[in-house]
């Protein structure tokens, strides 16, 4: 075990203040009494927490962002896993050319990407639907899950594979019973932050998204241009409780430095 | 035809030929051992053998059936890879099942074929461990297991024994061929380990730069290295290099201004020779009274043995005398060299042609 010295560890308790204060504070503001966001607050009230559930816009938009985040997510691992296999294992022409392809929607900002998918889908005359909703998120988040799928083949021992042929496994059959669960980690942490990504997504989804398709950053981004209240403290507070139960679940199933370190 | 025939058969990747025309018949039942440092080729003979990698050339026959360029899973050959490959989610006893399951075996079967493997490899009571929970020689005899369970007419093991430690590499080759004495599988080992390939093998090959240069019983190849390579390779060997002379019906070889009597070779005269004699060959002999004649530079002391650095004028020679007990001669001290003619080896050398 290695010891960290008195500067190193002042540096990770500024680290861990700055990205922990924000959401403590968000989480604390929430529950307010006041019609303003203010700390510290009178009282513990759950008034907001009531005027969030007394918004249907917003449980609308929440199960949109859960559905469109869940289908990205899924879909994008049904891709990216043929993918990585692809690239990984074989050459062929194109192969570098593939690679870079499914990389890009990385370094091309989501404001770009916005204005183009509406500008296409307006000519194409699809504006407005969810599968087209859909696939935007696919494409910005299929390079998460690709860079893990990717790592978690290149240490991936191939002499188990070549076990599994000796001992009279077909290639389909090697494949459902070694490869994917060997590489179960990195598809899981693929899901877990493609997920986060899509159901994050604010900057490309106001251009893609319609009224009956309005996500929830993009519903909590309508409100807050009109009205700073504290119901967006609510709605904050109740997805950092969302995220860490869902955190919880996973660490507890699979282990959390499983799926994002890929060790054991 | 032999059990299982390689015929020819070569491997290029890209302009790198690994594999050239390698011809090897084995007979059911044996032991055969591919011997040759690293990159020789011996480890890509192997996965041809499973099927592993397509050979470019040559042909490879199982009990008369042309297998050249079936898939691995339609061999159903036993292959031990060097890293076990043991399936890191499965239990032992799932790891040993995989390839019976593959095969559709019932299940009540299924268990007690697993269970008679494990017991064949001690392990029987491991049965609900994973791979991690278990020792490097553990592992080692799991992946044997799950081989040996589908009963393949052939075992293939690439260096099975190299990742573990001295101690249990030892008690691991008395294992196996126990093991495979009591199943009598024809089984094929690639090893670098020239110990490992004489100590358990019936047939040992020697590989050099992807070609056989000799495949011999391990005490002939001990005995009569074909080239110089494989007289330094398998044990430890004294090379000395000269010139052939005919000499009527004897011979003798010049080796820097002396001669030494030489056995009767067919090669012609003046020929460049290596001299090999083995180490425990040599006798030592009053100053005078042997072959030749030589001083006494280190001495070692090994337990069942003594090993000398002599120095002759032929050149350094390592001598290895058993411990019978008594003090050998000192360091500095004048010795003589003998030996049995029939022990001194002649070796055309072809490097100095």
């Known amino acids: 075990m290695q010891r960290n010295g008195p500067i190193a560890l002042a540096f990770h308790i500024l680290v861990v203040t700055f990205v922990l204060a924000p959401l403590v504070i968000i989480c604390l503001v929430a529950f307010t009494p006041e019609n303003t966001l203010t700390l510290p607050t009178t009282g513990i009230s759950l008034r907001w927490f009531k005027a969030v559930f007394a918004h249907p816009d917003f449980v609308t938009s929440f199960w949109n962002s859960i559905w469109l985040a869940t289908i990205s997510a899924t879909l994008s691992v049904a891709l990216a896993v043929p993918a990585a296999l692809a690239i990984s294992r074989y050459s062929f022409p194109g192969r570098d050319f593939l690679n870079a392809l499914f990389l890009s929607p990385l370094i091309i900002p989501h404001l770009v990407l916005g204005v183009a998918f509406l500008r296409l889908f307006a000519l194409i005359g699809v504006g407005g639907s969810f599968a087209w909703l859909v696939a935007t998120h696919i494409i910005v988040v299929t390079p998460y899950v690709l860079r893990l799928v990717l790592a978690a083949l290149s240490g991936l021992d191939r002499s188990a594979e070549q076990a599994a042929r000796t001992l009279g496994a077909g290639e389909w059959t090697t494949f459902r019973r070694i490869t994917a669960p060997m590489i179960l980690p990195g598809i899981t942490g693929g899901w877990l932050l493609a997920f986060i990504n899509s159901f994050d997504e604010l900057t490309m989804s106001i251009f893609v998204t319609s009224p009956a398709t309005v996500t929830l950053p993009v519903r909590m981004y309508m409100y807050a241009t009109e009205s700073i209240d504290p119901m967006m403290a609510a709605v904050s507070a109740l997805m950092i409780a969302l995220t860490a139960v869902a955190m919880l679940v996973l660490d507890r199933t699979f282990g959390l430095d499983r799926i994002l370190v890929g060790q054991r | 035809m032999a059990f299982l025939n390689l015929e020819q058969v070569s491997?290029?990747?890209?302009?790198?030929?690994?594999?050239?025309?390698?011809?090897?018949?084995?007979?059911?039942?044996?032991?055969?051992?591919?011997?040759?440092?690293?990159?020789?080729?011996?480890?890509?003979?192997?996965?041809?053998?499973?099927?592993?990698?397509?050979?470019?050339?040559?042909?490879?026959?199982?009990?008369?059936?042309?297998?050249?360029?079936?898939?691995?899973?339609?061999?159903?050959?036993?292959?031990?890879?060097?890293?076990?490959?043991?399936?890191?989610?499965?239990?032992?006893?799932?790891?040993?099942?995989?390839?019976?399951?593959?095969?559709?075996?019932?299940?009540?079967?299924?268990?007690?074929?697993?269970?008679?493997?494990?017991?064949?490899?001690?392990?029987?009571?491991?049965?609900?461990?994973?791979?991690?929970?278990?020792?490097?020689?553990?592992?080692?005899?799991?992946?044997?297991?799950?081989?040996?369970?589908?009963?393949?007419?052939?075992?293939?093991?690439?260096?099975?024994?190299?990742?573990?430690?001295?101690?249990?590499?030892?008690?691991?080759?008395?294992?196996?061929?126990?093991?495979?004495?009591?199943?009598?599988?024809?089984?094929?080992?690639?090893?670098?380990?020239?110990?490992?390939?004489?100590?358990?093998?019936?047939?040992?090959?020697?590989?050099?730069?992807?070609?056989?240069?000799?495949?011999?019983?391990?005490?002939?190849?001990?005995?009569?290295?074909?080239?110089?390579?494989?007289?330094?390779?398998?044990?430890?060997?004294?090379?000395?290099?000269?010139?052939?002379?005919?000499?009527?019906?004897?011979?003798?070889?010049?080796?820097?201004?002396?001669?030494?009597?030489?056995?009767?070779?067919?090669?012609?005269?003046?020929?460049?020779?290596?001299?090999?004699?083995?180490?425990?060959?040599?006798?030592l002999r009053e100053p005078g009274a042997g072959r030749l004649d030589g001083r006494v530079t280190n001495r070692f002391f090994l337990g069942s043995q003594w090993l000398f650095t002599i120095e002759t004028v032929a050149g350094t020679m390592t001598v290895a005398i058993p411990n019978q007990g008594g003090d050998p001669p000192l360091e500095g001290s004048a010795v003589g060299l003998d030996w049995t003619l029939t022990n001194l080896r002649v070796i055309p050398d072809t490097a100095n042609l």
């Open chain 2, 11 to 283: 491997k290029d990747f890209g302009p790198v030929t690994a594999v050239c025309n390698v011809s090897l018949g084995i007979e059911k039942g044996e032991f055969v051992s591919l011997l040759g440092p690293s990159g020789c080729g011996k480890t890509t003979t192997l996965q041809m053998i499973a099927g592993l990698v397509e050979p470019s050339g040559g042909r490879i026959s199982l009990d008369g059936r042309d297998i050249t360029y079936e898939k691995p899973n339609r061999r159903g050959l036993g292959v031990v890879f060097q890293s076990y490959a043991l399936f890191p989610h499965m239990t032992v006893a799932e790891n040993v099942a995989f390839g019976l399951e593959m095969r559709r075996v019932p299940r009540s079967e299924r268990n007690e074929r697993v269970r008679e493997a494990l017991s064949l490899v001690q392990l029987a009571s491991f049965a609900d461990r994973y791979p991690r929970q278990l020792s490097g020689g553990q592992r080692q005899r799991v992946a044997i297991a799950r081989a040996l369970v589908i009963s393949p007419p052939v075992l293939l093991l690439d260096e099975p024994l190299s990742n573990l430690d001295a101690k249990l590499r030892e008690e691991m080759q008395f294992e196996l061929r126990r093991i495979q004495r009591k199943v009598g599988t024809t089984t094929i080992m690639v090893t670098h380990d020239q110990a490992e390939a004489l100590s358990i093998s019936d047939r040992v090959v020697v590989m050099e730069a992807g070609r056989m240069t000799q495949v011999d019983a391990p005490y002939r190849l001990y005995e009569q290295p074909s080239n110089a390579f494989i007289s330094s390779f398998v044990g430890k060997t004294n090379l000395l290099a000269g010139k052939w002379r005919r000499n009527g019906a004897s011979a003798y070889v010049e080796i820097k201004g002396i001669s030494l009597e030489a056995p009767i070779a067919d090669l012609s005269d003046a020929a460049p020779v290596m001299l090999s004699i083995r180490p425990e060959k040599i006798l």
